[in-house]
């Protein structure tokens, strides 16, 4: 492509020189720009194959077409029940329809697309056969126990109570479930999705996902109940405990507590106290907390040591597990348990924009979760601000292949990086692998079915 017809062409829009400042915001030349350049189109449908591309006789030909995909197109236009057989299909549609989300759904008993046809009856029944397990964790479910924003603004105060959940529940997936292909990635405003990928996990019905669903459920709360979390028995199941020793305990005293002022005044303690059921110990608290309003030292850690001593120092099982409550309400993930459930939820599929925010939803390293500030993961607008800077867009298809070592080291490309080879290439092995392994169990059985 020539300057001049770059610069008559309507595809793109900021070529170079002093107009490099593109202006912030989402709009269908941005995400054609960024379709056409960016978006790792490859790599998912590669991903979503799961081995199957046809290299092994062993492989399932009809596996990537029997998956749904969904465009939410400009004024939200749904397109549902889209499928592809081979990744430029994908990767064509994509950069035709130029969707503002898309979102992925089950892989199907047939092709989604002509699901019309099976409708009739017969012995193809269309159902979802096989589906990822996935999380959705959003902020705005923590309103209660968060003082900084509400709804679906997140700020660095707040944050973190997104880090303790993916350090909370990666753990559980790979520790208690032995899941080992899993990532997690930010939704693009307001909280993290995780996808567990593992054969085992993409197999589960849905009963056995409420099942899982449901080991994580401590949070039985409403707006009305004061206790929003229940433990019960004697001790703590070993995985709760291991959550609030490893990690609860320590965002709680050492972040939330004083970032969000849990103490701070009369409405914020007296929500605390509810939890206490020991009458004399609250008044004894409320007593010395509204008697002594000043402190040298931050007020919350006074108050909350002042409360752990307090109920330490009586005896009896119910009050040290007042103390993990207390530490479970207000810092213990909240899952949004219908994902999960579902074989045929839809989820948004990782590298979207996210149309209110324009920020990429990007993979999150779990290894690294504590370093991701969302309101500095990249959007769109940044990105086709430094593609347009280095000249990649006026360069034409070839132009992110140029060779400049500075595309290569933006954030963009290091998360593209992460997802190929921390998810994409372990996973695409282990597929491998076990097509391999189940082919040669179907001759070694039709040999013996011949020998008999
Ligand atoms: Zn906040």
Redesign the pocket.
């Given at each position: 492509m020539t300057r001049e017809e770059v610069e008559n062409g309507k595809d793109y829009m900021l070529i170079d020189g002093e107009d490099n400042a593109v202006p912030d915001g989402f709009n269908a030349d941005y995400l054609k720009a960024y379709y056409g350049k960016l978006f790792p189109c490859a790599d998912m449908f590669k991903w979503l194959s799961y081995g199957n591309d046809g290299k092994h006789p062993g492989c399932d030909h009809s596996y990537s077409g029997r998956r749904e995909f969904s465009f939410t197109l400009d004024n939200d236009i749904y397109l549902r029940f889209q499928s592809f057989n081979t990744a430029s299909e994908l990767e064509n549609a994509i950069k035709e329809k130029c969707p503002f989300k898309i979102d992925i759904g089950p892989a199907y008993s047939v092709d989604p697309s002509k699901r019309h046809a099976y409708s009739q009856g017969g012995d193809n029944i269309f159902t979802p056969v096989e589906r990822e397990l996935v999380f959705d964790i959003d902020i705005s479910d923590y309103d209660d126990v968060?003082y900084?924003?509400s709804g679906a603004?997140?700020?660095?105060?707040?944050?973190p109570l997104m880090t303790v959940a993916i350090k909370v529940i990666d753990t559980s997936l790979r520790d208690d479930f032995g899941f080992s292909h899993i990532l997690w990635v930010y939704s693009g405003r307001r909280g993290v999705h995780c996808w567990v990928c593992d054969g085992k996990a993409r197999r589960l019905n849905n009963e056995q996902r409420a099942a899982i669903a449901d080991y994580f459920r401590v949070y039985k709360g409403n707006e009305n109940s004061n206790k929003k979390v229940s433990l019960v028995g004697p001790a703590l199941h070993p995985f709760l405990a291991r959550s609030y020793t490893d990690v609860l305990q320590g965002y709680f005293e050492k972040r939330l507590l004083s970032s969000q002022n849990l103490f701070l005044n009369e409405e914020r303690f007296e929500k605390i106290l509810e939890m206490i059921p020991d009458e004399s110990i609250t008044s004894e608290l409320r007593g010395k907390w509204l008697s002594n309003k000043r402190s040298k030292e931050d007020i919350n850690v006074v108050r909350w040591e002042q409360l752990k001593h307090l109920l330490s120092s009586k005896k009896g099982q119910g009050h040290r597990r007042c103390i993990e409550e207390i530490v479970f309400s207000f810092t213990y993930p909240r899952l949004d348990m219908e994902v999960s459930k579902h074989m045929n939820h839809l989820l948004k599929a990782p590298f979207c924009v996210h149309p209110k925010t324009g920020r990429i939803c990007i993979p999150i390293d779990p290894n690294k979760c504590d370093e991701l500030d969302p309101s500095a993961v990249p959007t769109l607008s940044k990105l086709i601000g430094d593609l347009n800077a280095g000249g990649f867009i006026a360069e034409g298809d070839n132009g992110k292949e140029k060779g400049n070592n500075e595309w290569d080291g933006t954030s963009f490309v290091q998360c593209v990086k992460y997802f190929k080879e921390h998810f994409l290439d372990p996973l695409h092995k282990s597929c491998k692998e076990e097509i391999e392994t189940s082919y040669n169990a179907k001759v070694k059985q039709s040999r013996n079915s011949i020998s008999w």
């Open positions: 968060r900084c924003c603004d997140v700020c660095l105060e707040c944050w």
